[in-house]
């Protein structure tokens, strides 16, 4: 149980980049392990069993009996390539998101794009003739992924970033030779999962361009998970007899605190070393640069 606390706690002090990384190694983790019960137990079924209440299915009978699955299917992979890759991208870019936009936002825009991907993919299915007369099973979060990564290249697009045998490219030529693999492997054996990863694509160059003036659509997503997290919590009390916290007071160091997590001082040196990047690439920067550009992006919550 000592165990399962400390989890529990070290799952409570993460940052929302790294909650959505342990929902995601958790169920692979889980997913895992029943596929070894199951081979112990001579029920080699089992895990196809547990799969089909994960993924997303394409028929429409079958999606009206597992209305969950256009949730699940984007938190949960079971090949571990699958999964090595995805969460590579999701923290690269998830930690460069988070440089733009708050926690609340790259949440949202996470379930967003696997909600993108899910409606294209099943559309797909449904709706083109070559799909007729058969069925797919949607798996991974690669359409989450990939809405984060269009959105950070369209909202960063001369971010510069250092490639392994490659060298300093920049954000938009890395998002845009993903996005023609993707477009490639539609003709592939994997037709229906890189169609979700165009819905996922074009959520996120949706959330970017309409950021871009002003418009922030992950809003009403955010209001309805305050509003659940409220209920949630008034139920709690109700079952705790315990009466509503009262309001925090709030403090000069608290009201001048920007939603990022840091203050004015900190909003400003973190624009002044993005400027230098855009200008000069990561290259540029100093030791000490990167260093104190390593310690603003781990200070945002």
């Known amino acids: 149980m000592a165990v399962i606390d400390e989890m529990r706690s070290g799952f409570k002090r993460s940052t929302m980049l790294m909650k959505i990384v342990w929902i995601n ?30 993924e997303m299915p394409s028929s ?24 090595l890759f995805n969460m590579l991208w999701l923290y690269w870019f998830g930690t ?27 559309a ?30 369209l909202l960063m ?16 030529w890395i998002a845009i030779a993903t996005i023609v ?4 492997g539609i003709s592939g054996e994997n037709a229906g999962g890189e169609i979700a990863h165009v819905g996922g694509i074009l959520t996120g160059a949706l959330f970017a361009t309409r950021l871009r003036k002003g418009h922030d659509i992950t809003s009403p997503l955010n209001l309805f998970l305050d509003r659940c997290a409220n209920i949630g919590s008034r139920i709690y009390r109700r079952q705790r007899n315990t009466p509503p916290a009262a ?13 990022t997590g840091f203050g004015p001082a900190e909003r400003a040196e973190l624009d ?25 992006s781990r200070n945002i919550k």
């Open 247 to 259: 309001a925090p007071r709030r403090t000069p160091s608290a009201s001048s605190t920007s939603s």
């Open 25 to 54: 190694v958790g169920l692979f983790v889980l997913l895992r392990v029943t596929a070894i019960v199951g081979m112990f137990s001579a029920s080699r079924g089992l895990i196809d069993l547990v799969l089909r209440y994960v």
């Open 272 to 296: 002044i070393l993005l400027e230098k990047i855009k200008k000069s690439g990561y290259s540029g920067l100093t030791p000490e640069e990167r260093r104190r550009l390593f310690e603003l």
């Open 181 to 184: 693999l993707v477009l490639v």
């Open 60 to 83: 429409p009978a079958m999606l009206a009996g597992r209305p969950w699955t256009p949730i699940t299917y984007m938190f949960a992979q079971y090949d571990l390539l699958h999964i």
């Open 96 to 122: 460069l998101f988070r440089m733009r936009c708050t926690a609340r936002q790259m949440l949202a825009l996470y379930i967003y794009g696997g909600l993108g991907g899910a409606i294209l993919f099943f």
């Open 157 to 172: 697009p001369d971010f510069r970033m250092n490639l392994l045998l490659i060298g300093s490219v920049s954000l938009k």
């Open 124 to 153: 797909a299915y449904n709706l083109i003739p070559v799909f007729y007369g058969s069925s797919g099973w949607l798996i991974g979060s690669s359409a989450s992924v990939m809405a984060i990564v269009t959105a950070t290249a």
